[in-house]
């Protein structure tokens, strides 16, 4: 297949022999998991039973990212509705995602898994907004127009760090509510402002919305460091964008999953998509902000890094690809760039430069080996390189002998398996021998 102007790369590769890697996982004690998500799910909801009307059509969101548990649990909410009277019905609350379309946005549920056979009730989607007030700077808020006529609106995300500010109220159910659910309009009517004043606007906006009387409150998933659910809570809805949404916040931020090393030369990691993080990568897992205005990280400080696919799941959208600095010229194949640039624009300072396209290699190897080449490492034997599948399991390392040697040294790291080439005719080698 031709790589159009990126054809003058093929057949370039840095010279230099990797050193081996060797598999390591962090121990992680006392891990808070929840034995039945759906149940805990339906529980949770129980506080609305006597609020539901009989045949009132609920709208559910689900959003975009890659929730494990995001199936069960609004399988459990729809079925809890309608075990109370009630007519469920699935919207999806992704802003600009899917395209912008419709259709794109149902196409991306159905690659999360949410079908209509699979949560057991219809699923019904459009960009069109209804604008129910305006903020003190002029920002419109928009509202997607199919939840704005339901007769409530059921608010279902996972509450984490946001990967482009730091706030009381970052990921969760404010969001999914202020953007998710303003479409492609109201997530750039929010962003447009700036990432400084989006965690703001995102509080002010979901309250504006909650004020509507429509809004009965939202489940809010709560993930560990294994990405599984630590547990399923029920937001009142005055609790969204408040006290209750933010103790939560900081429950989440507590099990954040994060890189055993603080300082790492290279860091390779398999695969960048939307359904991993809002950012392709979580950029408090790579310690890279990269948005006008907002502080950079202090930790982890990483010199290089390279990305080698993109998932299924992201359907080309490969915003966030401009944080790594090498990929593989396979993966421009890969990037559907309309939805990509929708994405970018829609999400205003925070797209500038995370979609720019890192240096294009012609294979795995001779990407990683441009990485290493750049990250300032004169003695390959002191590379101090790691490997993860993607940044929801940063806890899973394939590392070099020098990070090998401090991991021996570690009560809360082991290994293993066995030293064995990090590559292999070219391609990254399989995580197990």
């Known amino acids: 297949m031709s790589w159009g102007p990126f054809e003058a790369v093929?057949?370039?590769?840095?010279?230099?022999?990797?050193?081996?890697?060797?598999?390591?996982?962090?121990?992680?004690?006392?891990?808070?998991?929840?034995?039945?998500?759906?149940?805990?799910a339906r529980a949770a909801l129980e506080p609305l039973r006597e609020r539901i009307l009989p045949d009132a059509r609920i709208a559910v969101t689900a959003g975009s990212r890659g929730i494990r548990d995001l199936v069960p649990v609004v399988k459990a909410a729809v079925e809890w509705l309608k075990d109370v009277g009630a007519a469920p019905f699935?919207?999806?609350?992704?802003?600009?995602?899917?395209?912008?379309?419709?259709?794109?946005q149902r196409e991306m549920l159905e690659g999360l898994g949410i079908t209509?056979?699979?949560?057991?009730?219809?699923?019904?989607?459009?960009?069109?907004?209804?604008?129910?007030?305006?903020?003190?700077?002029?920002?419109e808020i928009h509202h997607d127009a199919?939840?704005?006529?339901?007769?409530?609106?059921?608010l279902v995300n996972r509450v984490k760090p946001h990967t482009d500010f730091h706030g009381q109220i970052e990921s969760g159910i404010a969001k999914i509510l202020a953007i998710g659910l303003g479409n492609h309009r109201g997530a750039a009517s929010l962003h447009a402002g700036g990432i400084p004043s989006l965690g703001g606007n995102i509080e002010a906006a979901a309250r504006m919305v909650v004020a509507q009387g429509k809004i009965l409150g939202g489940l809010a998933i709560l993930e560990n460091s294994l990405d599984r659910t630590a547990s399923v809570e029920f937001v009142e809805a005055d609790g969204i964008a408040g006290a209750a949404e933010n103790a939560l916040l900081q429950r989440a931020s507590s099990m954040l999953g994060r890189l055993p090393f603080d300082e790492l030369d290279v860091l390779v990691i398999d695969e960048l998509g939307k359904d991993k993080s809002g950012a392709g990568m979580d950029t408090n897992v790579i310690g890279r902000c990269w948005v006008h205005g907002i502080p950079e990280f202090e930790s982890p400080s990483i010199a290089a890094i390279s990305v080698h696919s993109l998932t299924p799941a992201s359907h080309g959208n490969a915003s966030g690809l401009g944080l790594a600095d090498v990929i593989p010229a396979r993966l421009l194949e890969q990037i559907d760039l309309r939805a990509s640039y929708v994405n970018a624009l829609t999400s205003g300072a925070g797209g500038a430069r995370r979609s720019r396209l890192p240096m294009v290699m012609e294979d795995d190897e001779a990407a990683v080996l441009a990485a290493v080449t750049m990250c300032g490492r004169r003695h390959w034997s002191e590379l101090r390189?790691?490997?993860?599948?993607?940044t929801l399991s940063p806890h899973e390392l394939m590392v070099t002998p020098a990070l090998l040697d401090e991991a021996a040294e570690r009560f809360d790291l082991e290994i293993i398996g066995t030293a064995r080439d990090l590559t292999s005719s070219g391609s990254l080698g399989p995580w197990s021998e």
């Open 10 to 40: 093929r057949g370039l590769r840095p010279s230099g022999t990797l050193p081996q890697v060797t598999p390591i996982r962090r121990i992680l004690s006392e891990v808070q998991t929840s034995a039945d998500p759906y149940a805990d």
């Open 90 to 104: 699935v919207i999806p609350a992704m802003g600009s995602h899917g395209g912008a379309t419709a259709d794109g």
């Open 116 to 139: 209509p056979e699979s949560v057991g009730c219809p699923i019904e989607a459009t960009m069109e907004t209804v604008v129910v007030g305006t903020l003190d700077d002029g920002t």
């Open 385 to 390: 390189l790691a490997r993860i599948r993607d």
């Open 146 to 154: 199919i939840a704005a006529k339901a007769d409530g609106v059921l």
